[in-house]
């Protein structure tokens, strides 16, 4: 049985989607000697510079989805005190949802 998008998605969140650890990235970006280390996760400026996103949660992802991630241009830091972390720019639904999720699903089942 061929699984749909939808299925593709959800077993790849399983599998590479760890944990959200969007309060820890809020309470360290308040400190100073974390802020520089946290930029590229929480903002992601356009190449003019002109526009800006900024990543509404953060997970802990594995590698190879950090690697997946970071070729479809998303924010990601592979050592962030021994973390990997995606900062997602979605908000308000599951994860598996995500256009950027899905597409990865799909290339990759």
Same mark, same amino acid.
């Given at each position: 049985?061929? %699984?749909?998008?939808?299925?593709?998605?959800?077993?790849?969140?399983?599998?590479?989607?760890?944990?959200?650890? &969007?309060?820890?990235v &809020? @309470?360290? !970006?308040?400190d100073? =000697?974390?802020?520089?280390?946290?930029?590229?996760?929480?903002?992601n400026?356009? @190449?003019?510079?002109?526009?800006? @996103? @900024? $990543? %509404?949660?953060?997970?802990?992802? &594995?590698?190879?989805?950090?690697?997946?991630?970071?070729?479809?241009?998303?924010?990601?830091t592979?050592?962030? %005190?021994? %973390?990997?972390?995606?900062?997602?720019?979605? &908000?308000?639904? !599951?994860? !598996?949802?995500?256009?950027?999720?899905? =597409?990865i $699903?799909?290339?990759? !089942?």
């Open positions: 049985m061929e %699984l749909n998008t939808e299925q593709l998605a959800d077993r790849l969140v399983g599998n590479h989607v760890l944990y959200c650890t &969007s309060y820890l &809020s @309470e360290l !970006s308040k100073e =000697k974390h802020q520089d280390e946290l930029l590229e996760i929480l903002v400026y356009s @190449e003019d510079e002109e526009e800006s @996103e @900024e $990543a %509404l949660e953060h997970w802990i992802v &594995s590698d190879w989805l950090a690697d997946k991630l970071a070729e479809e241009n998303e924010m990601v592979k050592d962030f %005190l021994g %973390l990997t972390i995606w900062g997602r720019t979605t &908000s308000g639904q !599951s994860v !598996s949802m995500d256009y950027v999720i899905q =597409k $699903a799909k290339e990759n !089942s």
